[in-house]
């Protein structure tokens, strides 16, 4: 049975069916779908449109269907077109022809967008206390790395020593933006298209704001055309999941990189590795490596919603029925990866004498300017003579702390025997104590501030 056969004398095509049909997709929002109709019966009802018992009947019918969903004892049929058919074509069997009513004054437009909506309200603190989890595995190793020094790059040359700590909540706070993103959305999601109809509206005298709220939206739309073909909350969602997903890859990369024997800054634990099937000797880190790939996948979801939205005409197209898809797609991928990371995080373990034997006295080069800038002279003739303190480092092939007084003096008469004190790494750490610099202070400060944060959120 479709909903729609009446002025058809023949039947679908069974492969334009399959095409058609939206069912693999859709029947995730299975209880979505229920609820929105026990909404509507309710406010047809309030309408006038279902009498007392027939409220009654189309009330219990879809509880008994909502049932059979959440205890997965509800069986689909192959005449089930989508998730809308298939709740209708139950209903009818249960209460009979009264279930013909419970479609009065809707559409499956105004229907399914507030299923998705529905839907997406659901997931959005699932992603966020995924995410929320993570970020507390950051902080718990902030605060174990303690003293810590590694070395800090830009271009991926080594720059300047900074605390292992430092560097742990430099991810805390992109999944801080992610989550206040998430929760920034809330408000454009949790508006009502019910009762927007096909398009046009609907001609029953709903209360749309009490239908709104029976179903926990902020507010019904206000715009019938717009209601049933606006899309961008998709479009937002998709966007803050790639990228929350890109986050993910830019801190999964460095993983790759600082467990790989060159940096050999962190060993990951075997519960999070993975060998090769062919050298015994490997560990590999697959699990960082499939979120570094999952985001290019997270981009293409993405991509392909904005290409889907673009240049439709209005109002609904059923092109709009590509929107899902990605959604639950990116949804998965994101509750797939977050726990095996925040996993693989909590039991990695720090090598803190690799870290430190990959600094050298020429990432205190900054420092030895800065020496020079307090005696008074400016920065860029010091960035200068210190420039060449390294040159000569080189040179001599030693390091900028085995360079002799008189060198130094030679470059600048205002070098004295304290200098040797600029290439003690830790020194350069604590010099940096304004706000979010790495200076073990301004670091404790920082994580005190994240874990009120942290706490704060959880009441
Ligand atoms: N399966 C459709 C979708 O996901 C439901 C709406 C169908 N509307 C229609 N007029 N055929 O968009």
Known sequence: MTLWGGRFTQTLNSLAWDLNSSLPVDQRMAVQDVDGSIAWADA?????????????????????????????QFSFVPSDEDIHTAVERRLTELIGATAGKLHTGRSRNDQVATDFRLWMLGAIPALD????????????QAEKAGETIM???????????????????SHYWPLKRD?????????????LPLGSGALAGTPIPVDRVALAESLGFAEPSQNSLDSVSDRDFAAEYLFCATLTGIHLSKLAEQIVLYTSAEFG????????????????????????????????TLIGMLTGLLATLKGLPSTYDKDLQ??????????????????????????ISAKPERMRAAIDSTMMATDLADYLVNKGIPFRETHAIAGKAVRLAGERKVGLEQIPLEAYQALSPAFEANVVQVFDPLKSVEKRNAIGGTSLQSVKNQIDRVKRLLSFEKS
């Not at 206390?129 to 718990?140: F, G, I, N, P, T």
């Open 322 to 347: 590509e929107d899902k898809a990605p959604v639950f797609a990116a949804t998965d991928t994101l509750l797939a990866i977050l726990p095996v990371i925040t996993g693989a995080l909590r039991t």
């Open 179 to 191: 989550r206040s993103r998430l929760t920034d959305l809330i408000p454009r999601v949790s508006i």
């Open 265 to 296: 800054f962190f060993e990951l634990s075997d519960a999070f590795s993975t060998g090769s099937s062919l050298m015994p000797q490997k560990k590999n880190p697959d699990v960082f490596e499939l979120t570094r790939g999952k985001a290019g």
């Open 151 to 169: 070395p800090g790059y830009t271009h991926l040359q080594r720059a300047q020593p900074i605390l292992l700590a430092h560097w742990w909540l």
């Open 44 to 72: 047809i009802h309030a309408a006038g449109i279902l009498s007392d018992e027939e409220h009654a009947s189309i009330s219990l019918g879809l509880a008994t269907v909502r049932k059979e969903f959440s205890s997965g």
């Open 129 to 140: 206390a995924a995410l929320k989890d993570l970020q507390s595995a950051l902080v718990e």
